[in-house]
């Protein structure tokens, strides 16, 4: 029995997913490794950022993770891998368990703040980063010198 890290997720969430795994080759012979612990190792890499050969001694061999990690991530047609597709429909039973819709209907990106161009007539104003937007336009505009 390994340790429980905050990357896992519970076995009932990924019997929601197991098929997208199964399916990824063909099996020829009975599996010695759980694949709940190899995905379970694949969530501690993306979620650390650490090196495969640092992954902690309790998860399977890293060798193995990164080989499924490598089949599980190859893009088919759609230009989707399996992770994509089975970690779009945990997130999807994830909602509908909790009284959502199945698909986000909203959502807010953060960017890094952009000066204007010179040809800007709006000035803007970052509060958070304190960033004007065009300054050689707002000048212009104050001084009422082009």
Not at 12 to 36: C, S
Not at 83 to 105: H, N, Q, T, W, Y
Request: aromatic share 14%.
């Amino acid at each position: 029995m390994r340790s429980a890290y905050p990357s896992d997720i519970t076995r009932e969430q990924f019997e929601v997913i197991r098929y997208w795994f199964d399916t990824a080759r063909k099996v020829t012979r009975p599996r010695k490794i759980d694949l709940y612990d190899i995905f379970c190792a694949v969530l501690y890499i993306l979620r650390e950022g650490c090196r495969w050969r640092s992954l902690p001694h309790d998860f399977p061999k890293w060798e193995n993770v990164y080989y499924h990690y490598q089949i599980w991530s190859r893009k088919d047609v759609d230009g989707q891998s399996i992770l994509d597709k089975a970690l779009e429909e945990l997130v999807m039973s994830e909602r509908i368990i909790s009284g959502r819709g199945p698909s986000a209907s909203m959502i807010i990106l953060d960017s890094k703040s952009v000066k204007n161009a010179f040809t800007a007539e709006e000035k803007g104003y970052d509060g958070g980063k304190k960033n004007l937007g065009n300054q050689a336009a707002y000048w212009s505009r104050c001084t009422g010198v082009a």
